[in-house]
């Protein structure tokens, strides 16, 4: 099993671009989370997915998006991007619930110029 | 809403040293998870904690979750270079896992 895959590793966006930040997982597990992690600080929740079709707010969600079309996959869309949205991105999966351990990917740096 | 504080926010130790981290919820908790992040790496999962005043060992890592299932420790015996990282504690409350800031251990050898 692969676990948690991101793509891209690094991207560096102009103030007014978008882009996707794509996340796969192949562990069947039901519930996805992409988190932002600046630096020295914790991980704040951005969007959520209990399975597919179905996604819910985090804690930051104001910029972003997301879609949950297959068990498998949970795109993160940044529009409009801008200065604060610089950060790392993870992706991360767990089986059931936010109960089970969380499989993290290797994040996405981002840099917003 | 609920929050998740951990101290301390930085730890210098000399190689040998112990090193612990708490951490404290502002709501009672239904389980408290912790990661460990190594310098440019992403969370792993080290362990789950669920009881009240549950205590877990892990090797040299000692996992303790208080009484009120509000507050919760790592305790690291006898720190070796390849404990360096971010150790962060993540509380479930009556929804979402809610993350602290982590403590950076940094070691000198």
């Known amino acids: 099993n692969a676990g948690v895959t991101q793509t891209p590793k690094f991207r560096i966006l102009k103030i007014g671009q978008s882009m996707t930040l794509q996340c796969t997982q192949d562990?069947?597990?039901?519930?996805m989370y992409w988190y932002r992690q600046d630096p020295g600080m914790g991980l704040k929740l951005i969007y959520y997915?209990?399975?597919?079709?179905?996604?819910d707010k985090g804690e930051v969600p104001n910029g972003y998006n997301v879609s949950r079309s297959t068990t498998e996959d949970f795109p993160l869309r940044l529009e409009l991007a801008a200065p604060s949205q610089t950060s790392v991105y993870f992706c991360?999966?767990?089986?059931?619930?936010?109960?089970?351990?969380?499989?993290f990917g290797p994040g996405t740096r981002l840099t917003v110029l | 809403g609920q929050q998740v504080m951990q101290i301390p926010q930085y730890q210098h130790v000399q190689e040998g040293e112990d090193f612990t981290t708490y951490c404290n919820s502002s709501?009672?908790?239904?389980?408290i998870q912790w990661y460990k992040q190594r310098p440019g790496g992403h969370p792993v999962f080290l362990i789950q904690?669920?009881?009240?005043?549950e205590v877990k060992k892990q090797k040299r890592l000692t996992f303790q979750f208080g009484e009120a299932k509000k507050n919760s420790s790592l305790h690291i015996t006898a720190t070796q270079t390849t404990d360096v990282g971010t150790y962060f504690c993540?509380?479930?409350?009556?929804?979402?896992?809610?993350f602290g800031q982590g403590t950076r251990l940094t070691i000198n050898p």
């Open positions: 991360a999966s767990s089986y059931r619930d936010q109960h089970n351990e969380q499989f």
């Open positions: 562990m069947n597990h039901n519930y």
């Open positions: 997915s209990v399975g597919a079709g179905i996604t």
């Open positions: 709501t009672t908790l239904s389980n």
């Open positions: 904690l669920v009881k009240s005043g």
């Open positions: 993540a509380g479930q409350g009556a929804q979402k896992l809610v």
